[in-house]
């Protein structure tokens, strides 16, 4: 089967890689991400995956610039007020939408549309995502939103658990001396996660 599959990170293709690759599938990699925050770690996670693609020897699909503004978009949040978010964003939590699950469903729901949409116009018979690995995303949702975009714009969605090999994708990542990032990656996954850190609760990403 073709698949063109959404790419996360470098440290979360390597086991749906392998997995399906041994199984005879055609994958195509497809980077977008507009979620993650700033953008010195966007360019860490996407050369990370860049040294991974040429090792390896698969395609990555990417749009060449990085687009914040996509992201802040699916919560109304306009142009001229992203810049005061990424400097201190002043009573974030308050809103329900920006805390998780709230937040991580329409992230998804981006994500995942574009490479439905990807998919079906360069003439793929399904999609997936490499978020299908990580224990810290909400799997029942993913799997949800990828089956709702499969039917809209009909083309399959590639729905496995990959979560058993999370800790085995980990221990290759260190091995190939991936970048491993510390969080999800927007703006605010990054204030919880340096928040649980202030505390001592923190165990990384």
Known sequence: MKILLHICCGNCALYPFKILISEGHNLTGFWYNPNIH????????????????????????????????EYFRIFNIQDEDIQDILNKYP???????????????????????NTARQARQHGFEA??????ISPYQDFQQIAATGRRLAEKHNVLFHLRDYRPYFREAMALSREL??????YCGCIFSRVERNRKKAKGRDKGY
Not at 38 to 61: A, G, T
Not at 127 to 132: M, Q
């Open 177 to 182: 001396g991936l970048y491993r990032q510390k």
């Open 127 to 132: 999609f997936s995502t490499t978020l299908l």
């Open 38 to 69: 700033p953008h010195d770690e966007y360019n860490l996670r996407l050369e990370s995956l860049n040294r991974l693609s040429e090792k390896w020897k698969f395609d990555v699909i990417h749009t060449e610039k990085y687009s914040p503004q």
């Open 91 to 113: 009573g974030w939590s308050i809103r329900e939408d920006l805390n998780p699950p709230g937040r991580c469903k329409r992230c998804y729901g981006l994500r995942l549309e």
